[in-house]
């Protein structure tokens, strides 16, 4: 039997209020959105690229981003692991770990989004 092949993978983060979330990635992280679902809006689904992020807003649950963990989420780049590095940095995004290359051959750095998530964004030396 062949072996059935996965695409693509799009993280859910919880977070208690939406649509400033998507604010903040699109402004501040070069994500787009298309539209918010729900009314009042409760979801909606991030895009940079390849890559997706779906938010969902929810008042009760807190966000949870990992405690002891090292990231949430880990978003790899073919290529301008540096530039991406550099536009974070000249907007002031809170950068939890410089660029640096690992004993395993990536070039990654650190994030903190605006709810606390941490997100890692890796480049193949």
């Given at each position: 039997m062949e072996k059935i092949e996965f695409n693509d993978i799009a993280p859910h983060l919880i977070v208690t209020d939406v649509v400033a979330s998507a604010e903040f990635y699109k402004?501040?992280?070069g994500?787009?959105?298309?539209?918010f679902w729900g009314e009042p809006p409760n979801f909606v689904i991030l895009f940079r690229g390849s890559v997706q992020l779906m938010l969902s807003q929810d008042s009760?649950?807190?966000p949870q981003p990992l405690q002891n963990g090292r990231f949430d989420a880990y978003i790899w780049l073919n290529q301008g692991i540096d530039q991406l590095f550099d536009e974070y940095k000249q907007k002031e995004i809170e950068i939890i770990e410089p660029l640096e290359t690992t004993f395993f051959q990536m070039q990654q750095f650190l994030i903190k989004d605006n709810n606390g998530y941490i997100l890692c964004f890796g480049q193949e030396v």
């Open positions: 402004d501040s992280l994500f787009d959105f298309n539209r009760i649950k807190a």
